[in-house]
């Protein structure tokens, strides 16, 4: 019964958005061949008969270049203002407005005096995420002693081309640019990374939803210097969820009269958690405090692919905690499941990121309302 009713929401959800648009097929080699200096040597698609070929190729030399493909060059120009931080992409692309990174930065009051700063935790909301997505999240984290940073991802908001509707070019039936966006959504973290450290930063989490956890997976297993991480909603497989989810029918719509699922998963194996799983399992990394959180209920990411990725959690020895929730993949934003998510992923940070008890509660003193915080002895009324 509770299926039946929260999956009926779900797709009255799905629907409010009527700008989804099947976009023209592409197997966008030109994408991947403008940025390839991970590879060993220089891959040139003519030295291949047929895209397919030349693409898993590509796939089986980046697997084997992971640590490179995901690694940014360094970067030194950074500009904050009024709360947003910008820098050039580490990836610029033939969309100029996409080639500029976007952050917001929510900073926490220190104690005078104090001789290390908080934590900091790294915020990636979903596809499609307007400007106001995960605010509230920063805000909760900034009420227990926690900064974070915000970021938008790959053609969202202002990086939006200005023919673009949605943030359809994130995720499209455009390979190359699929592979090469979420590359790209990778390096912004880790310079933003770079950024926070440059200003005395040394404690750090990631929380990230739907693509956005993605994202963050590959980012949490590449980068040592993230110890803490909540993934809100999980998936093995990049391709699995484009393939079976509500959320991508229309991607589906361009991909489907020209690979099939099976070759989508190959093809786009590198930007998938499933390869790089096993890191977790390593010995430097089974320190590492990591939140599954998934929706029994969810048409987008399905429940087994959920239970697949957890699987290899287990086969590899990496260390997790998991939460279901009972609701879908929409419903999940939605009251009241959206504070309860809230709270999973807040708590997994304060728990393990160790703010200090003296900087919650200056931080608790300062945001909650006047009413609900405790009065001084003085004032109480007599017995």
Request: a positive charge; charged letters at 20%.
């Amino acid at each position: 019964m509770l299926k039946r009713l929260i999956q009926s929401w779900e797709l009255r959800l799905s629907k409010v958005d009527r700008h989804r648009r099947a976009s023209p097929f592409a197997w966008g080699l030109d994408h991947l061949t403008s940025h390839s200096e991970h590879l060993p040597a220089p891959l040139p698609v003519a030295d291949f008969p047929h895209p397919p070929d030349f693409l898993r190729e590509y796939v089986r030399q980046t697997l084997a270049a992971a640590e490179r493909f995901f690694t940014p060059p360094p970067l030194a120009q950074w500009h904050l203002h009024d709360g947003w931080l910008t820098f050039p992409s580490s990836i610029q692309t033939p969309d100029e407005p996409n080639n500029l990174a976007w952050a917001r930065y929510f900073p926490v009051r220190e104690r005078p005096g104090a001789t290390t700063r908080p934590p900091v935790v790294l915020v990636l909301p979903q596809w499609n995420a307007d400007y106001a997505s995960h605010v509230s999240v920063c805000q909760g984290l900034n009420a227990f002693g926690i900064a974070s940073v915000r970021l938008s991802l790959p053609y969202h908001g202002s990086r939006r081309p200005v023919h673009q509707v949605r943030a359809d070019y994130m995720v499209s039936p455009n390979l190359g640019r699929t592979l090469q966006a979420v590359r790209q959504a990778v390096h912004e973290v880790r310079l933003v990374l770079d950024w926070l450290e440059s200003q005395g930063y040394h404690r750090f989490g990631i929380i990230g939803t739907s693509i956005g956890s993605c994202v963050a997976f590959l980012a949490y297993a590449f980068d040592p210097r993230l110890q803490v991480a909540a993934f809100n909603h999980v998936s093995s497989y990049f391709a699995d969820v484009v393939w079976t989810g509500i959320s991508t029918s229309h991607v589906r719509a361009g991909l489907e009269q020209h690979v099939t699922r099976h070759d989508l998963r190959e093809y786009w194996l590198p930007i998938s958690p499933f390869p790089y799983i096993e890191r977790l399992g390593r010995p430097e990394n089974r320190s590492k405090k990591t939140l599954l959180i998934a929706a029994r209920y969810d048409m987008t990411f399905l429940p087994h692919l959920t239970r697949h990725a957890l699987s290899e959690f287990e086969r590899h020895r990496a260390p997790y905690t998991s939460a279901w929730m009972y609701c879908g993949h929409y419903t999940t934003g939605e009251t009241p499941f959206k504070f309860h998510d809230g709270y999973l992923m807040i708590n997994h940070m304060r728990k393990h990121l160790n703010p200090g008890g003296h900087v919650v509660r200056q931080a608790l003193k300062s945001q909650l309302p006047a009413v609900l915080r405790p009065r001084s002895r003085a004032l109480r009324p007599p017995a």
